[in-house]
């Protein structure tokens, strides 16, 4: 018995399905403690954009192209942090997408400590 292998229809994922994986995948990250506010600025890279507040995703020719803006916790490496969080974005587009990540820029734009007791 074979399986059928021909495509059936078209499937068609919005931009801002990445938008979301790449958000939610950072926030669940240790030593992520938000996102930015700000919407990043358009990117390099052309194709399919889609925005978020500290996100943006771009598809382009089947690749996928995503940038995050986060606020760290003090304690984290933030290099370590980074890299962390580009495998874990590029896995988690790959793995629920089935699109290949040709790059995830990083960019640390606040350090958030907690407030003191005596403010």
């Known amino acids: 018995m ?5 495509p059936l229809g078209r499937v068609t994922i919005a931009p ?5 994986i790449v958000r939610q995948t950072a926030l669940s990250a240790d030593g992520v403690k938000g996102l930015s506010a700000r919407i ?12 978020a507040p500290g996100v943006e995703a771009v ?11 986060i ?3 003090p304690t984290a ?21 089935g699109l290949e ?10 350090v958030s400590f907690p407030a003191s007791e005596s403010d």
């Open 16 to 20: 801002q399905v990445l938008t979301t």
């Open 77 to 97: 490496n933030m290099f370590e942090l980074a890299q962390t969080l580009q495998t874990e974005i590029a896995r988690a587009i790959e793995h629920i997408i």
């Open 40 to 51: 990043p600025r358009r990117s390099k890279h052309k194709g399919r954009r889609a925005v």
């Open 59 to 69: 598809l382009a020719e089947g690749k996928v192209f995503a940038t995050v803006h």
């Open 101 to 110: 990540v040709a790059g995830v820029d990083v960019y640390v734009d606040n």
């Open 2 to 6: 074979s399986e059928r292998r021909e």
């Open 71 to 73: 606020n760290a916790d």
